[in-house]
């Protein structure tokens, strides 16, 4: 088992950035490929951005277009993502999720932290 607990959510203002953590604790953090999603009210989870176990390679919804970034600390068992140019059909509740594959669907992943509450005000 992988317990995943997110933070650095929060309140920013339309433009602005944020970096969002995500501590791993449980079993080996570098065995295990890592997720970004989120879920807006109403809306089905989306996938953000994946890292593979090293972090050399990466994989992003292109809907982004280069605002985030995925990045890992494995001698800190941490994976960041960096968000930037917020806008406010950015605000949602981010995931992060652990995974044996490097995948952009939700069903891959079998370890899922408890989320972080992003808003973004206009």
């Known amino acids: 088992q992988v317990q995943l607990v997110e933070s650095g959510g929060g309140l920013v203002q339309t433009g602005g950035s944020l970096r969002l953590s995500c501590a791993a604790s449980g079993r080996t953090f570098s065995g295990y490929y890592m997720g970004w999603f989120r879920q807006a009210p109403g809306k089905e989870r989306e996938f953000l951005a994946a890292l593979s176990l090293s972090g050399r390679t990466t994989s992003y919804a292109d809907s982004l277009k280069g605002r985030f970034t995925i990045s890992r600390d494995n001698a800190k068992n941490t994976v960041y993502l960096q968000l930037s140019s917020l806008k406010p059909e950015d605000t949602a509740v981010y995931y992060c999720?652990?995974?044996?594959?490097?995948?952009?669907?939700?069903?891959?992943?079998?370890?899922w932290g408890q989320g972080t509450q992003v808003t973004v005000s206009s």
């Open positions: 999720a652990a995974s044996t594959l490097l995948r952009t669907v939700p069903g891959a992943y079998a370890y």
